[in-house]
């Protein structure tokens, strides 16, 4: 049984002639299906940024990272380091929790994550959002560095 997720980042792109694009052809402007590396990439993207607490039938989902850095829990380098990488650890066991599950099927090497790497970061004042560039390794070996923004001011 093939497991197809509707695209949510458009700003992944394909890495190579061999990450492909699944296109909804029936209609103008559909939904799209990511396979791959970019399933993988919006994934980890998806349950690092969600936060804990805010998916009403899975409460256990999503992780603090957003809360930590919109609230000014991060007030340097090291603060915004630890904060992703508890984050980060936090998103890749429930990613790992649910690649082991049997009811979803066998999740492909190059759509699971084995690694998360915060590179950089920087900050857009005047936006209010903070970049992270974060390199995720897949199981099947493939690398891709990933531009992820966070708005970090509030309304």
């Given at each position: 049984m093939n497991q197809y997720d509707i695209e949510m980042l458009q700003t992944i792109t394909a890495v190579s002639?061999?990450?492909?694009?699944?296109?909804?052809?029936?209609t103008t402007g559909g939904s799209r299906a990511v396979t791959?590396?970019?399933?993988?990439v919006?994934?980890?993207?998806?349950?690092?940024l969600t936060m804990l607490g805010s998916v009403r039938f899975d409460t256990v989902f999503g992780t603090d990272v957003v809360a930590d850095l919109s609230v000014g829990m991060t007030r340097n380098t090291a603060g915004?380091?630890?904060?992703?990488?508890?984050?980060?650890?936090?998103?890749l066991d429930i990613l790992k929790a649910e690649d082991s599950n049997i009811l979803y099927g066998v999740t492909p090497d190059d759509e699971r994550v084995a690694r998360a790497i915060?590179?950089?970061?920087?900050?857009d004042i005047a936006s209010g959002t903070l970049y992270l560039d974060v390199q995720l390794n897949s199981v099947a070996g493939e690398s891709y560095t990933y531009k992820m923004p966070v708005t970090i001011t509030r309304d």
């Open positions: 002639p061999e990450s492909v694009r699944l296109y909804n052809t029936a791959g590396i970019q399933k993988m919006q994934r980890y993207v998806v349950t690092l915004l380091s630890n904060a992703f990488n508890f984050a980060s650890s936090d998103a915060l590179l950089d970061f920087n900050v």
